[in-house]
Nanobody
């Protein structure tokens, strides 16, 4: 599956952005999806994950209550709605796909190494 992330940009603290990740190739609904981010000089970190069904989600503590992950299997797209953005959210954001059972996030879903396919990243910059 090929993944194309978009929607990043330069915003002010407190603003919102919605990232999209469009998938092509093999059946999108076969994959659990995740969003990760990487700031300069830091390791890639988990942001959010969603099951194949969309019925199960989980978030990093740093974004819980501010970010929402969702998916539209008919459109082969996963989204990350980001509200109340902070300067600390500045990073390149990546979407990723992994095989998992229908209602599961998959084992070790917070670990980047467990995802098979990755998008190219979209930059989010939040000015304070």
């Amino acid at each position: 599956v090929q993944l194309q992330a978009s929607g990043g940009g330069l915003v002010q603290a407190g603003d919102s952005l919605r990232l999209s990740c469009a998938a092509s190739g093999r059946t999108f609904s076969s994959y659990a999806m995740g969003w990760f981010r990487q700031a300069p000089g830091k390791e890639r970190e988990f942001v959010a994950a969603i099951s194949r069904s969309g019925g199960r989600t989980n978030y990093a503590e740093s974004v819980k209550g501010r970010f929402t992950i969702s998916r539209d299997n008919a459109k082969n797209t996963v989204y990350l709605q980001m509200n109340s953005l902070k300067a600390a959210d500045t990073a390149a954001y990546y979407c990723a796909a992994r095989v998992a059972s229908y209602s599961s996030l998959g084992d070790y879903y917070t670990q980047p190494g467990t995802y098979t396919y990755w998008g190219q990243g979209t930059q989010v910059t939040v000015s304070s």
